[in-house]
Each structure stands twice: as structure tokens, then as C-alpha cells.
């Protein structure tokens, strides 16, 4: 949706589904870059503006977009409508800039689709129960369009973005990195939450939920190609159950570059210690990932956790002022030059010696783990982040994620 040229190829792809007999919803996103024009319009008035009138502000940038290519389609001689959110209506919370939907009423886009026409929906905004128009953050627009799916009960949900596909890991990083045919949700959720970029997390928790399956495929390609091919190209994200998917033992390797690491020294050994040193952390707002506490010697013991580089100052700045001397404990270091690299894949649950492999791997590459995390269907490890290149291409070469067989070495 980044120009007119663009919204009428949007227009063309729609309308040769449309001809091919399918019942057509659309959710587009802004136009590029202009909800960050709306916003900073607003941050020009205010250093703090109030979360409602932000909402009004930004969800003019979808309505935009619904119209135009609502008027884009009825050019190419297809009959559409659009809606904003709070026409629908998309019912969400009132949490403001960062709202969840609660539930979608299908009925008016249901009499508007046995009309034959197509209907475009505002995406990443609602409309909470008081009435005022709300926003669900960034990338919203992807978790509207899977929740519109699910509420109206879709066959499947394309979400056209600018890469083809979910990769088994980022190509710029992989030259040889394969494009994944279809994943699990599990493994997508892991996928999102450890730093893939293709899917915003809520909305692959939407599509898990409500199991919807959920296929990424480009926007990139020529809105002519034939119907078929283009069903089937890009990546699937479905039910584990569906398919027998038990073959792929790692599906991918993602990675991670903005955490830091906080360890508070000399922490005395006793119930419910973490519970003082994360409690003010988790207050002040601020989101721990990995934690590991380190053996007790002599009565003390050294924990460690991870956050977001961009929190690491001020969690530094609250266990300084809330925890350090109230629970007598030592110097509080940090690091914020480490990286999160994980191995993703459902075959976990049925094979053994992965994360031997890993680790072996690693240290072959003489790259030291600071701290190590695990799952059902992942393995996580904190590295130097100057060693994450190394660790991700020497990993996905060890799993052989860039063949066709899914062998495990060693």
C-alpha cells in the first residue's frame, strides 16, 4: 500500500480471486510511512499526548487506505465496500494505542459478501465498549486480519508481506537459508517471539487460537500470477496434528540481537528471592526473558537475568534503588553486548542429541554460552552478540537446514 500504482495492483490481485469464485475480505494496512506521519504530527503538540486522541489521530491512516482501494477495485470492475473498525464492528478493550480485540461481529460483512461484493476492513483499530475508537499497536494490521478471519469463519488467511516466505533463518545473515513450505504454529510463536520479523507474535497467538491457518506469501510478485501457483507458494503456518510434520527436527534457527544481560552478585540463598529482585522489575514495566541462578555457596548466590537492550539501564536504575540493599546482596553487573540464539523445531519432542549437537557445534566455534533456556520445541543460548553471525551460520550448517532431508549428525 505504498502508492497508488501499488493499491491498483492490490486492486487486480483481489479481483482475479474474486473471479475465481472466492468470497473475498481484505484488511490492508496504511499507506507507507504514514502512521508515523500522524504520530509525530501529534508528538509535535505533545511530548506526552493523551492515548485516545492518539487513536483518533492514527486510525485515519487505515481508513484512508480502505477507500482507496475500494475505489481501486470498483476501477477494475469489481463491486466492493469498505468499513472502518467501529463499523464492522471489531470490538475491542480500552487499553489505548495497544487495544485487544474481544470479539467481531460478521453479520453486516456476511449480507455484503452474498451481495457478491468485496469487502475492505480497516485494519489495527476497533472500537472499545464505550464507544471511542482504539488501535492495537504495531502490526495490527496482521492480527485484525487474522481475527476477522477467524470471526467469519475463512477457509485461510493470506497475509502478503515483503518477503516470500518464513525462512529457516534470515537470508541476509544465511545466503543459503531455505524457504520453509509450511510450520507449526508452536514453532512460529517461537519463531516471532525469539526475533523473526516476518509476523508480529500476536498475531500468530490469534491464528493458534482460533486455528486459522495463516499462509505469508509475497507482495512482491506480479498480481497476474495464475491462482494456483500462488495458493500454493510462500509458507503455511498450521496444525501440527493436520500433517505428519514429525520429519523437520529443526525447522529453523532464530536469533535475537537486542537483550541484555543483569546479574545481581551475592544474593542471599533464601525462599522467595527472586520474587524480590523480579517483583520491582516486573513493576516498573519492564519484561525479563531468561533467568538462571547459579548455585548456592556459603549461603549467597549469584541471578542472572535477560531484558531488552532498551530496558537495561533502567532495570539497572531499579534494583539499584529498590532491591540491592533492602535484600543485602552485592555488585550489580550487566552486559549489554550479548545476543539470543535459538533452534526451533516440533521434532524436538521425538529426538534426541539436539541440543548435544548445539552445544558441540559452539564450542567448536570456540564461542562460549553465557546462559542456556529450553522448551518443548526450542533450545536457547546467550552468546557474545560479536559471535552471533558465526553461531547462527555454523548452526544452521550443523542441522542442515539448507537440504531437502532433515538428518541429525552426531
Known amino acids: ?18 473471479a475465481a469464485g472466492h468470497r473475498m475480505v481484505v484488511v490492508p494496512s496504511a499507506m507507507s510511512g504514514e502512521t508515523n506521519r500522524l504520530l509525530g504530527l501529534a508528538a509535535e503538540i505533545s511530548d506526552r499526548p493523551d492515548g485516545r486522541e492518539l487513536d483518533m489521530i492514527a486510525a485515519t491512516g487505515e481508513q484512508v487506505s480502505v477507500g482507496l482501494l475500494a475505489l481501486a477495485l470498483k476501477q477494475v470492475g469489481v463491486d466492493a465496500i469498505s468499513f472502518a473498525g467501529w463499523q464492522v464492528p471489531v470490538r475491542t478493550d480500552a487499553a489505548h494505542t495497544k487495544a485487544r480485540i474481544s470479539a467481531i461481529d460478521g453479520e453486516r460483512v456476511h449480507r455484503e459478501l452474498d451481495a457478491g461484493r468485496v469487502v475492505v476492513i480497516t485494519g489495527f483499530q476497533g472500537i472499545s465498549d464505550s464507544g471511542d475508537i482504539t488501535t492495537l499497536g504495531r502490526g495490527g494490521s496482521d492480527t485484525s486480519a487474522v481475527a476477522v478471519a ?5 477457509e485461510e488467511c493470506l ?31 517461537e519463531m516471532a517471539s525469539l526475533g523473526s520479523k516476518v509476523l508480529q507474535i500476536r498475531s500468530v497467538e490469534f491464528a493458534g487460537k482460533y486455528k486459522v491457518k495463516t499462509r505469508v506469501l509475497s507482495s512482491l510478485t506480479s498480481p497476474d500470477i495464475p491462482i494456483d501457483e500462488e495458493a500454493a507458494s510462500g509458507t503455511l503456518i498450521t496444525f501440527e496434528e493436520e500433517e505428519s510434520m514429525e520429519q523437520a527436527v529443526i525447522s529453523g534457527i532464530a536469533f535475537n540481537r537486542d537483550e541484555a544481560k543483569i546479574t545481581v552478585m551475592n544474593v542471599p540463598d533464601r525462599p522467595g528471592i527472586a520474587y524480590q529482585i523480579l517483583g520491582p522489575v516486573a513493576a516498573a514495566n519492564i519484561d525479563v526473558d531468561m533467568i538462571i541462578q547459579n548455585q548456592s ?15 537495561y539501564q533502567r532495570a539497572i536504575e531499579v534494583l ?24 526451533v523445531g ?19 566455534e570456540g564461542i562460549n554460552i553465557q546462559m542456556i ?13 560479536k559471535y552471533m553471525e558465526l553461531a547462527v551460520r555454523a548452526l544452521h550448517k550443523a542441522f542442515e537446514l539448507e537440504e531437502s532431508g532433515d538428518k541429525i549428525a552426531g
Open 159 to 189: 497475509i502478503f508481506t515483503d518477503v516470500d516466505g518464513v525462512y529457516t533463518t534470515d537470508p541476509r545473515v544465511v545466503p543459503e537459508a531455505r524457504r520453509l513450505p509450511r510450520i507449526t504454529f508452536e514453532e512460529m510463536l
Open 320 to 343: 539499584e534503588r529498590e532491591v540491592r540493599g533492602m535484600i543485602g546482596a552485592g555488585e550489580i553487573v550487566g552486559d549489554p553486548r550479548i545476543c539470543k540464539v535459538s533452534a
Open 1 to 18: 500500500m505504498g502508492s497508488i500504482e501499488r493499491i491498483m495492483n492490490v486492486a487486480r490481485r483481489v479481483a482475479k480471486w474474486h
Open 346 to 364: 516440533i521434532g524436538m519432542r521425538s529426538h534426541v542429541g539436539i541440543a548435544s549437537l548445539m552445544f558441540r557445534t559452539l564450542s567448536d
Open 150 to 154: 477467524a470471526g467469519l469463519g475463512a
Open 297 to 311: 555457596v556459603n549461603g549467597t548466590t549469584d541471578f542472572s537475568f535477560t531484558v531488552h537492550r532498551n530496558e
Open 373 to 385: 533456556s529450553t522448551s518443548e520445541i526450542k533450545i536457547s543460548v546467550v552468546i557474545e552478540d
